[in-house]
């Protein structure tokens, strides 16, 4: 027989121990921990599949290697942005899945006019620019590896008040090329 004192007056399920307050305290203060996480544990594996999927149409939009840092930051902020959502990517896909589609050309005539084609041009045109949209003040995502500029990087220096180049604070320039003796 337990030495607990049980009272008339007081039902046996109303009882508190300290074993019950003790752990009763440590469920209420780990929710408090987890409860914040828990949502934003979720999202983050809703993200990881929509970013997984928006990489996955990219290269198959742009026939490019692609950086996935800025694949990431691109996915983010159009969707963000409200340009493409989760369905579109997984539509876009869809499409190009059921025609066994390895390269841009053998779905792209298939994505019907609308915003899923508007959707699939604002995805190449974001990778080969490195911004979402042209505007003076827009985020650029990328300089040095936007597609764009990838023709052009052996005779086009990237934009820097650097003295050097681009990340380059040195004060003498390096050559530019070995010059030939005579």
């Known amino acids: 027989?337990?030495?607990?004192?049980?009272?008339?007056?007081?039902?046996?399920?109303?009882?508190?121990?300290?074993r019950k307050v003790l752990l009763g305290g440590v469920v209420l203060i780990g929710s408090s921990y987890l409860g914040p996480t828990l949502?934003?544990?979720?999202?983050?594996l809703q993200n990881a599949s929509y970013t997984n999927q928006f990489m996955q149409l990219s290269t198959l939009l742009v026939n490019h290697k692609l950086d996935k840092n800025v694949g990431l930051r691109l996915?983010?902020?159009?969707?963000?942005?409200?340009?493409?959502?989760?369905?579109?990517?997984?539509?876009?896909?869809?499409?190009?899945?059921?025609k066994n589609a390895k390269i841009v050309?053998?779905?792209?005539?298939?994505?019907?006019?609308?915003?899923?084609k508007v959707a699939a041009l604002d995805i190449i045109s974001?990778?080969?620019?490195?911004?979402?949209?042209?505007?003076p003040d827009a985020e650029v995502f990328t300089y040095e590896l936007a597609l764009?500029?990838?023709?052009?990087?052996?005779?086009m220096t990237i934009p820097s008040y650097a003295i050097s180049g681009p990340n380059g604070w040195t004060s003498h320039a390096p050559p530019l090329a070995d010059m030939p003796e005579f």
């Open 39 to 44: 949502p934003a544990w979720a999202d983050s």
């Open 1 to 18: 027989m337990s030495n607990e004192i049980i009272r008339d007056d007081s039902p046996a399920e109303y009882n508190l121990s300290r």
């Open 126 to 135: 974001a990778w080969y620019k490195g911004v979402l949209v042209d505007a």
């Open 75 to 98: 996915a983010a902020a159009m969707q963000t942005s409200k340009m493409l959502t989760p369905q579109q990517v997984s539509d876009i896909l869809a499409i190009a899945n059921a």
């Open 105 to 116: 050309e053998d779905f792209f005539p298939d994505i019907p006019a609308g915003p899923l």
């Open 148 to 155: 764009m500029y990838q023709p052009t990087i052996d005779v």
